[in-house]
């Protein structure tokens, strides 16, 4: 072999070499500036402008708008209580960094509000928020005929699963956070597994392929442990059942019917994935939308859009481990239904609920709705309460039952 011969295979190596540390450089940058973003003192920005940082798909809004009724703000009640501890409303509200904060009730706005750059028209991160309405299109998905039983098996749908933690798990238990799945959510331990998995998100890398790296540890049906990989797998099923993306189906099947104001938008990975378990970013009367569509029991308007057996199911705790009390929980004083939280308590209420603090709660003994957006700089110390999901909830319910 001649030197003229060697010289062409090296050059493409070299060239290998080099477009591969470019877009390992690339990588760190992106890692670096979301990391950045992340920051608490940067929140505030950063959950009202996640578009600048990470890839989307547009989600249209509806052709005819539905526009809630509205009275001028009414006075906040000035304190309430929670546990012997009194708080000042204005003060907790400030004090948990909230961007936006709409009461409805009766199907009428009673106060709405934004600070911190959220406006209206500007979309804010719903985390997992997002989880509840992946568990709406999965009950159309089965309406519809695409799944056929919630005691299918994940690989049926997903046989690239096989081998992974989730192989022989129940679809039920994915909807209801009991796979037995080893995962490790603590957001302020940079080691755990969803800051692993967030890594790997923001350069691009594929959500299911991260899903298929899992480990099951505990019998799937045993335990209720919150896994937000979950909702992912539980998105990868629709996605394949239906042939659809999820920003579709969500668009035709429940954004565009219930009236959305705003367009909306998914975050997605490199392969174009949508973020199932966290990533819909829509405005705070959008949000509510979704609380009035429940409120309802999935019928918008004489139309049923969620299935009414699906609505029950999924708002009501069954199983022993998913009991408020439980101790076969993780998330003590808080029940679980598929992918919304039920809380304890005899109104029937319930919340779709995201990390610093994203709530959308459902009172329907009080016809009330209720929507908060924050940027909670205190949410990794849970012993503060101004974090704590328990203490908002006692605020929420004060507010629904001012005029009852």
Known sequence: ???????????????????????????????????????????????????????????????????????????LPENFSHNGTTYNTLKYIDSSYTQGFIFIQNDTIQYENYWRGQKEDVRHISWSMAKSYVSALFGI???????????ETVETYLPELKG????????????????????????????????????????????????????????????????????????????????????????????????????????????????????????????AKLGKLYLQKGNWNGKQIVPLSWFEASVNSTEEHLQAESKNSSSPGIGYGYQWWINDGNEGEFMAIGVFNQHIYINPTTNTVIVKNSANNNYYDQNNPYAQTLVHLELYRTLAHLNH
């Open 164 to 287: 992974s933690g989730y192989d022989g798990v129940k679809i039920k238990d994915v909807l209801q956070m009991s796979t037995g799945i080893k995962f490790d959510e603590t957001y302020s331990d940079l080691n755990s597994d969803i800051n692993r998995y967030w890594q790997g998100f923001i350069t691009g890398k594929s959500q299911d392929a991260f899903a298929s790296t899992l480990t099951n540890d505990i019998p799937p049906g045993t335990y209720n442990h919150y896994v937000s990989i979950n909702t992912h797998v539980l998105g990868m099923i629709i996605v394949k059942a239906t042939g659809r993306s999820l920003t579709d189906y969500l668009e035709e099947k429940i954004w565009k019917p219930i009236g959305t104001e705003f367009d909306a938008y998914w975050l997605a990975d490199g392969e174009g994935m949508e973020m199932a378990n966290g990533g819909l970013n829509a405005c705070l009367r959008d949000y």
């Open 141 to 151: 998905a089965m309406e519809e005929g695409y799944i056929k039983s919630i005691d």
């Open 1 to 75: 072999m001649n030197l003229k011969q060697l010289k062409i295979p090296f050059i493409i190596l070299s060239l290998i070499i080099i477009v591969a540390a470019v877009i390992y450089n690339q990588n760190n940058k992106k890692a670096q500036e979301f990391k950045d973003a992340m920051a608490m003192k940067n929140q505030e920005y950063s959950f009202i402008h996640m578009d600048k940082y990470l890839p989307t798909k547009k989600v249209k809004k509806a052709d005819t708008p539905f526009i809630f009724p509205r009275v001028n703000n009414i006075t």
